[in-house]
């Protein structure tokens, strides 16, 4: 790996990102200082805590905050289907985004788990 952005846990979490950005847009006016901004945190959260992690150069502290961003996407997660039980997304983006995460959390358990064995 020569830094995070070789990484394709990073490259489908930015992705993640740009689909939030753009769905939350829609989301209702008075939500935008509540659950849009908690949602776009979140999810800024796992590539971002992926690069740090990265950029540490130690083994032992890239795999404290594959974790963290493993938390942030479980956040990600739990706003979403808020959001859904409020009907401000459709069943079937909640399928093709929970598609997404469950895909990024297999890659970051995947990556500790690489890492735990170095």
């Known amino acids: ?13 930015i992705g993640l990102v740009t689909d939030i ?16 901004n908690q949602i776009r945190r979140a999810s800024i959260s796992v590539p971002s805590n992926i690069a740090e992690g990265a950029g540490r150069h130690s083994p032992k502290e890239f795999i404290r905050f594959l974790y ?13 289907i808020i959001s859904r039980n409020l009907e ?6 909640w399928e093709n985004l929970n598609n ?10 995947g990556l500790i788990k690489h890492l735990q064995i170095k």
């Open 100 to 109: 997404k995460i469950i895909l990024i959390r297999s890659q970051l358990f």
């Open 21 to 36: 950005y753009k769905i939350t847009h829609e989301f209702p006016k008075e939500e935008l200082f509540g659950i849009v």
């Open 1 to 13: 790996m020569k830094t995070h952005k070789d990484l394709e846990v990073w490259k489908n979490s």
């Open 88 to 93: 401000f997304i459709d069943d079937l983006f």
């Open 68 to 80: 963290i961003a493993v938390g942030s996407l479980s956040e990600l997660e739990t706003q979403f």
